[in-house]
């Protein structure tokens, strides 16, 4: 869980089942029960099946992930469940920077902060293309590649600047 300064909260894999949404009960306030982004690194069960209770128990406004499919029935009930509550999906393939919080400036100075804080930046590092291609080989829908391990998010969270 990513909590920027503004409150943006940003959760990067589930985990498997069981185990996370009793963890984030732990340290969101009671009447929080709101996600902003959720990022699927890649869809093995130990990265995603936590991710199902977060779904049924909480508001996901965003979801992040490659569109590389898992045939198994943990990820397709992660998928039915993002339908049903018509969760926004963000397809991951390529490097790109993604602003999830503007700065916030102010006309005048508050003692102890800065008069502009930075933007939170979500910097793609990887996939830097379209994975759902599967190597530049066009597949049948549900087919995976070998390793899927190979086809996880990687990106870095940074502040920017903007005066």
Known sequence: MIE???GK???VDGGPPG????????????RSRTIDTMIL???HMDHMAGFIEVLERYEVKEVW????VHTTREFERWLRLIKEKNI?????????DITVERSTCHSEPVEGSPRCSPEAV???LYPDHDLSDLEGVPHEKGAEPDNLNNTSIVFRLAPRCRL
Request: aromatic share 6%; hydrophobic share 35%; glycine share 6%.
């Open 65 to 68: 992930y490659t569109g590389v």
């Open 4 to 6: 920027t300064p503004q």
């Open 19 to 30: 185990n996370l949404a009793p963890k984030l009960g732990e340290y969101l306030p009671l």
């Open 122 to 124: 979500i910097r793609i």
């Open 88 to 96: 926004p999906m963000r397809k991951i393939a390529r490097r790109e």
């Open 9 to 11: 909260r940003i959760l």
């Open 41 to 43: 690194t890649h869809p």
